[in-house]
């Protein structure tokens, strides 16, 4: 029994540990006084924070992540929000063939997806860049957009819309005061999945990317010789923001609660 009782804690403890280590490092090491390499620690400096982008390259790989993120959050969910609807609320000819076309790229292995777009656009004839890497984004975007937006659709009672128009609601305005509001929530969920698994790609990137720099393939490139501490300040800015960004979710969500009188 003792045994027990101390097991599971003992294993989420060193799971919890494993995880923040690399974290931890990648903070610490933002603030190393490096030279040639960040491999080894030499002092604390802060004028890793403030000059970030002398560093050549890391911020112009940086900026080029966050656009095709957004370029490809953007369409993927504009898409997969429609396509999710089209399947959940419609019966058409081949609809079982789509939902299984559209959940085959989370299924297919990153370098067979990301060799195989390689090869279509090379046959096209289209140069690699930046276009390339947001067209092959937007597709694998989709299916995880379609995933978080179906399953919102489907939980979504049409009783609620059928209000609407029985109160003289022309489409837009069902959609947009009813229908949209509704489906927020998963819509915003999907978007920041999208977003995020674009900002991290290397390997479907690395294949389509050209000449072109993301901050994952220069932070690849670097780390041959030890990632420079300026990468190493944005991943932190990152993974930091994120936290923000989930406790004033977290904070607005329970002060939201506790107006309405919800308890939990």
Not at 173 to 194: E, K, M, N, Y
Not at 214 to 241: D, H, Q, W
């Amino acid at each position: 029994m003792k045994l027990g009782k101390w097991l599971l804690p003992t294993y989420a403890i060193l799971a919890l540990v494993y995880l923040l280590v690399p974290i931890v490092y990648t903070i610490a090491f933002s603030f190393n006084d490096s030279q040639r390499t960040n491999i080894i620690w030499n002092g604390f400096t802060w004028n890793n924070w403030l000059t970030v982008c002398e560093a050549q390259g890391v911020c112009e790989a940086f900026g080029n992540s966050i656009f095709i993120a957004s370029i490809s959050t953007l369409v993927a969910t504009v898409l997969g929000t429609a396509i999710s609807i089209a399947l959940v609320r419609y019966r058409f000819k081949f609809r079982s063939a789509m939902t299984l076309l559209l959940f085959m790229p989370m299924a297919t292995p990153e370098v067979v997806l990301g060799a195989g777009l390689a090869s279509q656009f090379l046959a096209a004839g289209m140069p690699k860049g930046i276009t390339t890497v947001i067209l092959a984004h937007i597709m694998f975007c989709i299916s995880f957009v379609v995933v978080t937006v179906r399953a919102r659709v489907a939980s979504l009672d049409p009783k609620l819309e059928e209000a609407g128009r029985d109160l003289y609601g022309s489409p837009s305005q069902v959609w947009w005061r009813i229908t949209f509001p509704l489906l927020l929530p998963g819509i915003v969920a999907a978007a920041l999945l999208s977003f995020a698994l674009s900002f991290d790609d290397f390997i479907i990137t690395n294949f389509n990317r050209g000449a072109v720099d993301t901050f994952p393939s220069y932070v690849y490139t670097a780390a041959a010789r030890g990632i420079p501490a300026e990468a190493n300040v944005i991943a932190s800015g990152v993974f930091l923001l994120a936290i923000a960004m989930v406790l004033v979710a977290q904070i607005g969500g329970a002060i939201r609660r506790k107006k309405l009188g919800i308890t939990t």
